[in-house]
């Protein structure tokens, strides 16, 4: 059983960033795909970013394009999510997760691990 737990998240006028971090209980295999998710208030978990280690590989939502980078210090057992010129809407609960899966993937199914989560807020 893999437990994610994830921190960094606070409060940030619109343009800051912040960097979120996930530390994983055990080492996860390479073949796993790790991501983030958010979700806002009144609306449905949505899939932000993807990394799969075993070629680096990452993708991306449009609406954060150029703005956040998905990586990973391996050795430390750490996923990471640098977020810049934040937006209101980028305002959610964020969550990282890890699943099994033969392609990058932003549903939610099919992951098998999630986090706690850690609370973004964007004020304009």
């Known amino acids: 059983q893999v437990q994610l737990v994830e921190s960094g998240g606070g409060s940030v006028q619109a343009g800051g960033s912040l960097r979120l971090s996930c530390v994983a209980s055990t080492y996860i295999a390479g073949n796993y795909f790790m991501a983030w998710f958010r979700q806002a208030p009144g609306k449905e978990r949505e899939g932000v970013a993807t990394y799969w280690r075993s070629d680096g590989s990452t993708d991306y939502i449009d609406s954060v394009k150029g703005r956040f980078t998905i990586s990973q210090d391996y050795a430390k057992k750490t996923l990471y999510l640098q977020m810049n010129s934040l937006k209101p809407e980028d305002t959610a609960m964020y969550y990282c997760?890890?699943?099994?899966?033969?392609?990058?993937?932003?549903?939610?199914?099919?992951?098998?691990?999630w986090g706690q989560g850690t609370q973004v807020t964007v004020s304009s």
């Open positions: 997760a890890a699943g099994l899966l033969h392609s990058s993937s932003f549903a939610t199914s099919g992951y098998d691990y």
